[in-house]
């Protein structure tokens, strides 16, 4: 069946640092890849997503390209910013694409 | 815009009572979903639905039932509430096309004392 692999949080960076979280993936054909966000206290939100293999998916500032010769998906930001602090979810549709896997999830605190 | 709508927001069960949460989407999405996130963990997949009047079991069904008698509707029923069911559960919908946007509710947090 699919799978998703984050890396382990919590990840804790000073502002302006570059943020990388890893994202490996196990799924059969061509899934869609997506990177969903959730802020202290609310629901999850689309940050972006990719549908089809070397797609770079971007949004506020945050990065992440489809590589299927190395099943990921990871999420890259130049710059951190305080508001960046929250947890993000790594996740894929496909295969039976009925259901959507997450992964566990990577909680960023940014500090001043 | 309303998008998916969750109710209640918050509510505190005692054991062995029985509720609903409902949850309604504006979007004409044929496929919605429930998760519960415990806290500090990521998303467990209760139960989906492909369409009105079709459900199916996620990976932590029990202590839980779903409906789907129209597109817009997807309410989940918690019977004979336990502590083990204190979280907070998520509404999610979104088409049948693999590349479509999953659009979550605001979470509904539940409390079972």
């Known amino acids: 069946g699919n799978s998703v692999t984050q890396m382990e949080g919590p990840v804790t960076l000073s502002e302006e640092a570059f943020l990388t979280i890893n994202c490996t993936y196990t799924a059969t054909g061509y899934p869609s890849l997506f990177w969903y966000v959730q802020y202290p206290g609310e629901g999850l939100q689309l940050l972006l997503k990719a549908t089809k293999a070397d797609d770079k998916g971007s949004n506020k500032g945050f990065e992440a390209t489809y590589r299927k010769e190395t099943t990921s998906f990871h999420l890259e930001k130049g710059s951190v910013q305080v508001s960046d602090s929250a947890v993000y979810f790594c996740a894929l549709r496909g295969g039976g694409y009925q259901k959507v896997t997450f992964g566990t999830g990577t909680k960023l605190q940014v500090i001043p | 815009n309303a998008g998916v709508t969750q109710t209640p927001k918050f509510r505190i069960l005692k054991i062995g009572q029985s509720m609903t949460l409902q949850c309604t989407q504006d979007m004409n999405h044929n496929y919605m979903y429930w998760y519960r996130q415990d806290p500090g963990m990521g998303l467990k997949l209760i139960y989906y639905s492909v369409g009105a009047g079709i459900t199916d079991k996620g990976e932590v069904p029990n202590g839980y039932n779903v409906s789907r008698s129209t597109t817009e509707d997807f309410p989940l029923r918690l019977e004979l509430a336990a502590p083990s069911q204190t979280s907070v559960y998520f509404c999610?919908?979104?088409?049948?096309?693999?590349?479509?946007?999953?659009?979550f509710g605001e979470g509904s947090w539940l409390t079972v004392v």
């Open positions: 999610a919908s979104t088409t049948d096309r693999v590349d479509s946007t999953i659009y």
